[in-house]
């Protein structure tokens, strides 16, 4: 094996009870598990979460709403597909039971066939643009024609209303304050056409973790009849954003979630070079002193960055918990890796890509990127422990 994950599957549920009780009481956490699971694996993670006490999944399509289906058969947890519809969609999210993010007549009047041929309704929630400009109806007329739509429809109702922010890990940013009046006159206007959704929601990670849009929804949703959901990503696999801003602050999430992944992979080869020996590709790395070199059997294929080559990120692995740095250019599919003055490293010991001591945040910093980015980009295989 190449390289493999570990997913603690103990952290994982962890993680999910602390977002539950951050959120607080009564409001629902669905759990995110999207671009397999943040590259965790949606198989080894939807069962654990759960198990945990998850009741709302988040997916990115049909495809992987399927696949969950597949992996909690009969379990009737509920799976929000979130990242948009094809019209061509409509028949499968019916037929599995999947709940749709929509926010045009067209989206309603696809799923209105597809639940009426199949003979049973089909439950959705309603996106509504207020800054992020992705998906989702811009209040006013835009969201009028949906809402008709909706009010038209035998087979479609409207269980949810959303939106999404575009900078909750600001402390400070005025586009938030912003959304959340869109959205309030939204659900204003969601009303006046005759929905009473059960859930309204707005919160990602760094919304819950920088807190401040918390109390506003918790009440919104109370004074609706409704529940407040929140739809956490990042946190479930214990990361969280920094918080932003000249009055950032401590965020009530991070310090409660741990990282749940830890990417290995194995020592191959072990060779001492001369003083004037180059490294890799373009032969970035010379050698000034004698040196130990151990490879490593991952490159970019795998998601291991090609900018953690030395004299770009900088990177390094940990073998034996001590750092070792990564020598010349990361290749394709193989890395070198300074092992001089580690005595005790021989060949087929473990190496750790990402875990204790090196960081997905460690690896994002070096590629100019988000640790998102660099969970997402990981192929390997994986092993639940
Ligand atoms: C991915 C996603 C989330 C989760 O975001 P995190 O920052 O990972 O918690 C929430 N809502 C929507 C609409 C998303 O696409």
Known sequence: MKSWIEISSARLAENFRAIQAVAGQGVEALAVIKANAYGHGTTICAPVLAEAGAQWLGVSDVAEGE???????????????????????????????????????????????AARSAGHRIQVHLEVDTGMGRQGAAPGEDLARTLEALADSRWVSCEGIMTHLCCSESAEAKITEEQRERFASALDQALAAGMRPEFVHLANTSAVDEGSTMQWIRDTAKSLGARAMVRIGFAIYGHCLEIEGEHAHAGALAPKVSPVLVWKTRIIGLRGVAAGATVGYGATFVA?????????????????????????????????????????????????????????????????????????EDQARWSGTIAYDILCGIRANFELR
């Open 67 to 113: 696949a969950v289906r597949t992996a909690l058969p009969h379990s009737g947890i509920r799976v929000l597909v979130m990242c948009g519809m094809e019209l061509a969609d409509a028949p499968a999210l019916v037929a599995h039971g999947l709940t749709p993010v929509v926010w045009t007549p067209e989206h309603i009047a696809a799923l209105e066939r």
């Open 288 to 360: 000034t002193q004698p040196m130990r070199l151990a490879l490593l059997p991952v490159g970019y294929a795998d998601g291991y960055r090609r900018a953690a080559s030395s004299g770009v990120g900088n990177g390094w692995v940990m073998i034996a918990g001590r750092r070792a740095p990564v020598v010349g250019r990361v290749s394709m599919n193989l890395t070198v890796v300074d092992v001089s003055g580690h005595a005790d490293v021989q060949e087929g010991m473990e190496a750790v890509l990402l875990g204790e001591g090196v960081t997905a």
